[in-house]
């Protein structure tokens, strides 16, 4: 059973990993081409304003469940880090299962916001807003699904050098 949820847990990471690159590869190229129509000479688009911001709340939706994982979501470091390991592992699965409870909390109220925006149209790029406003339910469904494997021993620790030591 642990192979499986591990194989669930890769699976729905590569899918959250893969989102993020995308989210930050349009970002990427939707602000060259705001900087870039600023030359004279250049086309100037009114539509990337819109998806600049689109791309950033996907980027948020789709890598947010991976600093849960991670553990790099906000912590109490003065509060936690001075404890020991057994007390910080506890607090931490307390956490785990707040966040868990919060998450399955506000979904309901996250797809009557998503279905609430069927046949609504994005302005500049006449795209329905229902792509944009999914990102509404992937954000506590992704906050859910992770934080509920950290309870079940997925927890991953972020390598020491990712710039935060204590």
């Known amino acids: 059973m642990r192979l499986v949820l591990a194989a669930v847990l890769a699976a729905i990471r590569s899918v959250c990993r893969a989102g993020t690159l995308l989210a930050f590869a349009v970002l990427i190229g939707v602000v060259t081409i705001q900087v870039l129509g600023r030359i004279p000479g250049f086309p100037s688009f009114s539509w990337t304003e819109e998806v600049a911001r689109f791309a950033l709340v996907y980027l948020v939706g789709f890598s947010c469940g991976l600093a849960l994982l991670r553990g790099e ?90 710039g935060e030591l204590t």
């Open 73 to 162: 979501m906000v912590n109490v470091d003065l509060f936690v880090a001075p404890l020991p390991a057994g007390l910080r592992r506890a607090i931490e699965r307390l956490v785990d299962a707040i966040v868990l409870a919060f998450s399955l909390l506000i979904i309901p109220g996250a797809w009557d916001y998503v279905t609430f925006s069927m046949g609504e149209r994005a302005r500049s790029i006449d795209m329905p807003m229902i792509v944009i406003y999914a990102v509404m339910l992937l954000i506590p469904v992704s906050l859910a699904l992770f934080s509920a494997f950290r309870l079940l021993g997925h927890a991953e620790t972020p390598p020491a050098s990712h």
